[in-house]
């Protein structure tokens, strides 16, 4: 018995086969579970992989990407420096310079400047966000989380703040009562993104 031979024309016809009306829903279905099954994927990835979600206020100094934003950076932060010799105390400098120096990983020199700033102005819930991040990179979580508190005491509507809060106590400050508090205000708060929504309400399911 001959074996038969896949002809051109029969490569070419199963896409077209696959393409009728039952092929077209059996695809469809297929994609949408694929879809889903990757986006409840992600979301157990970030409960099981914990890290906090960075909201940098942007300042109007942010330049392009790669080396032409370093080349960039490097020359802005020599003229805030310039400008700081001038005001020591100005805060929107010591943002501008503390965020830079964020970017830059540098987070000792950040802190230092998010903190001369917090220092002239306490409540500015901008600064606190960058020195909660600061602190919490930097493995200073108890620090963190006290200025995520100040942040949300500020505006208890921040749900990124409320967030970080559920993050740092859950997974690196052993409180699951006072996680729990934080994630729910996420999952059940007013203009909330789905998306946000989902992560927190993923969160509350590992708290032990």
């Known amino acids: 018995m001959t074996a038969k031979k896949t002809t051109a024309n029969d490569t070419a016809s199963a ?3 696959a393409q009728g009306p039952g092929g077209r829903q059996v695809l469809l279905l297929l994609m949408a579970v694929g879809l889903v099954a990757l986006f409840a994927g992600s979301l157990v990835y970030r409960a099981k992989h914990p890290s906090l979600t960075q ?8 330049q392009g990407g790669g080396q032409a934003m370093s080349g960039a ?5 020599k003229a805030l420096m310039a400008k700081l010799e001038e005001n020591p105390e100005d805060v929107h400098v010591l943002h501008t310079l503390g965020e830079q120096f964020m970017r830059m990983k540098a987070w000792d020199r950040a802190k230092a ?7 002239v102005e306490p409540a500015n819930k901008q600064i606190l966000r960058l020195l909660g991040l600061t602190e919490f990179n930097m493995e200073h979580y108890a620090d963190a989380a006290e200025k995520f508190e100040t942040v949300v005491a500020l505006e208890p509507g921040d749900y990124i703040s409320h967030y970080n809060l559920g993050i740092v ?6 409180k699951p009562e006072k996680a729990r508090e934080h994630f729910e205000a996420v999952a059940n708060g007013d203009g909330v993104p789905e998306e946000s929504r989902k992560e927190a309400q993923e969160q509350l399911k590992h708290l032990h």
């Not at 909201?55 to 942010?62: D, Y």
């Not at 400047?113 to 220092?119: D, I, K, N, T």
């Not at 106590?169 to 052993?174: G, M, S």
């Open 169 to 174: 106590y859950a997974h690196f400050l052993e």
């Open 113 to 119: 400047l998010l903190e001369r700033g917090l220092s």
């Open 55 to 62: 909201h940098v206020e942007h300042t109007g100094s942010q």
């Open 15 to 17: 896409p077209q086969n």
């Open 73 to 77: 950076s490097m020359e802005m932060i």
